[in-house]
């Protein structure tokens, strides 16, 4: 059945009035939407909303072509925007307690995925199988790049590993409900951070240190962008995005013609070297002046193009696909339990504060898009710390959601 328009000019529009309309009531003063925010995630809303457009025939994702758009142009222009005003001198002066619980959030990502197929793979091998494009393990390869990232994190695992729709769409569930789950217990956490960093026996004076550092660098940074600034940001997103391209369509042919036996690693795959160069070019460019495009808001233009991919992603959306893979929320669980598991050992054995495993893992887990909120949960000012940690993970996220991938296949049933 042809959907009701096709085109797209329109469907981008009312996809950009959606998100106008999400973000708009999220940040609302009106005690209804205060509440229905505070159970229902505004990322998640930006799925599910285009989604019901797709199923009522109203938009069709198959017919679009915006999600190409915007994971080819888009995507890796956010990820560039997000990841080039990481400071890693910043990043150092957290201390040496919230870089290892990030990066042991990151490992509990990496190893929690292969061992939840494993263990699931006992009593129930037929919900982490599948062959092909349907096989199981692809589709988580887009959680852990979500988890370890992000949204354009996400989006790349789908387009390396080549994760069907349908397949994908039940992965975006399991991701938003077992993220949401783990948040909720992290939040409860900052509500009695007091008694829990007690049992962990931790030392909570760097924790005011840094709220008082960071007060500081909020009211010394702050800048109006003006039009010079803007198009530089343009400039430099879509220039590296650009070379990107160049340089992609180049490597994987040549890899493709001379060692096709690497297309196991995704080494043959356009996309996968669009996304790594992207990457790296940002990563190399953080240590430039280029890093100081965040005073002038960067990583916004970041947020921005990402959530225009989200809706395009939800455009796809089978909101039925869940159902036909129910046993995929035991494995998040195990997943995500695992990830709490390694994080909370280290905590106790290094005496974290509780905010440096809070921010750590949600910096994972949820992203540059609520490690904020579990942040500023602890206080306002500290909601930064959330973003800067978050970012990092923007930067390694694909390479752990990749490695984690490979890992999966070589454990899959």
Known sequence: MNALITNDAIVFGILLGILVFIFRTSKSSNPFWSKFYSFVPALLLAYFIPSFFNSLGIISGDDSKLYFVASRYLLPTSLVLLTISIDLKEILKLGSKALILFLMGTIGVIIGGPIAILIVSQFSPETVGGVGSEAVWRGLTTVAGSWIGGGANQAAMKEVFEVNDKLFSAMITVDVVVANIWMAFLLYGAGIHTRIDRWLKSDTSSITSLQEKMEKYQQENAKIPDLVDLFTIMGVGFGVT????????????????????????????????????????????????????????????????????????????????????????????????????????????????????????????????????????????????????????????????????????????
């Open 242 to 413: 650009a070379f990107a391209h160049l340089s992609a369509d180049f490597i994987a042919p040549f890899i493709q013609a001379n060692a096709p036996y690497l297309s196991r690693f995704s080494l043959t795959s356009g996309f996968f070297w669009l996304i790594v160069i992207s990457t790296t070019i940002a990563l190399i460019l953080s240590f430039t002046k280029l890093r100081h495009l965040e005073r002038v808001g960067a990583s916004k233009f970041g947020s921005l193009f990402l959530y225009i991919l989200v809706a395009t992603i939800g455009m796809k959306m089978d909101l039925l696909a869940i159902f036909d893979f129910p046993g995929l929320f035991i494995v998040g669980l195990i997943w995500i339990s695992i990830h709490a598991v390694l994080l909370i050992i280290v905590a106790k054995l290094i005496k974290a504060p509780f905010f440096f495993l809070a921010v750590g893992s949600q910096a994972n887990i949820g992203g540059a898009a609520s490690a904020p909120i579990v942040a500023s949960a602890f206080h306002p000012s500290l909601a930064s710390v959330g973003v800067l940690l978050a970012v990092f993970g923007y930067a390694v996220g694909t390479y752990g959601a990749w490695i984690c991938g490979i890992i999966m296949q070589s454990v899959s049933p």
